[in-house]
Antibody, heavy 120, light 106 residues
Framework: EVQLVESGGGLVQPGGSLRLSCAAS????????MNWVRQAPGKGLEWVSY????????YYADSVKGRFTISRDNAKNSLYLQMNSLRAEDTAVYYC?????????????WGQGTLVTVSS | SYELTQPLSVSVALGQTARITCGGN??????VHWYQQKPGQAPVLVIY???NRPSGIPERFSGSNSGNTATLTISRAQAGDEADYYC?????????FGGGTKLTVL
């Protein structure tokens, strides 16, 4: 069974940093592209970042470019999101999501999310 | 940047058919995916590549995509279908979500 478990969320002050992790199991992690998607309280889904299976290709939403860094460790079956210079508008539940190998751009499996609150 | 437009809310009577639209410029040329999200839960993929159902998704869920509008159709709506629904496409190395539609089953 595919499992994605996010961790690392919490309360952080504006301008602070946080590192999210996503532990993957139940599939060959190194073969799959991964994404981070967030959802602000009471709002819709917003794509944050993508990383290819090898880590060689990375994309970011404009809203986080230059502040967030996505990475992965295939030996540890883990996905990460380093978040710097956090703002109040970054407050959200952050989900990691696995893409399908055959259909580009579709997120077939999601974790339960981790809440990040940016507030003083 | 590419934008997807969904109605904020759709209501359907129990047992009837609900249709949720997703508008975008020439969206018919793109692969559209649909997610269901219930309160406090992670999204679940219900339709991929316009009209395909993942395993475990009831046949009551179907999709279509043409021109400037993609549509998620839920037949014989049940109380358990009440949720937020999001359309999504991949466009120029960005993953775009619609704003979401709250489905209410009356």
């Amino acid at each position: 069974e595919v499992q994605l478990v996010e961790s690392g969320g919490g309360l952080v002050q504006p301008g602070g940093s946080l590192r999210l992790s996503c532990a993957a199991s139940g599939f060959t992690f190194s073969s799959y592209e991964m994404n981070w998607v967030r959802q602000a309280p009471g709002k819709g889904l917003e794509w944050v970042s993508y990383i290819s299976s090898s880590g060689s290709t990375i994309y970011y939403a404009d809203s986080v470019k230059g502040r967030f860094t996505i990475s992965r460790d295939n030996a540890k079956n883990s996905l990460y999101l380093q978040m710097n210079s956090l703002r109040a508008e970054d407050t959200a539940v952050y989900y990691c999501a696995r893409e399908d190998r055959m259909v580009r751009g579709v997120m077939v499996s999601w974790g339960q999310g981790t809440l990040v609150t940016v507030s003083s | 940047s590419y934008e997807l437009t969904q109605p904020l809310s759709v209501s359907v009577a129990l047992g009837q058919t609900a249709r949720i639209t997703c508008g975008g410029n020439n969206i018919g040329s793109k692969n559209v995916h649909w997610y269901q999200q219930k309160p406090g839960q992670a999204p679940v993929l219900v339709i991929y590549r316009d009209s395909n159902r993942p395993s475990g998704i009831p046949e009551r869920f179907s999709g279509s995509n043409s021109g400037n509008t993609a549509t998620l159709t839920i037949s014989r709506a049940q109380a358990g279908d009440e949720a937020d629904y999001y359309c999504q496409v991949w466009d120029s190395s960005t993953w775009v979500f619609g704003g979401g539609t709250k489905l209410t089953v009356l």
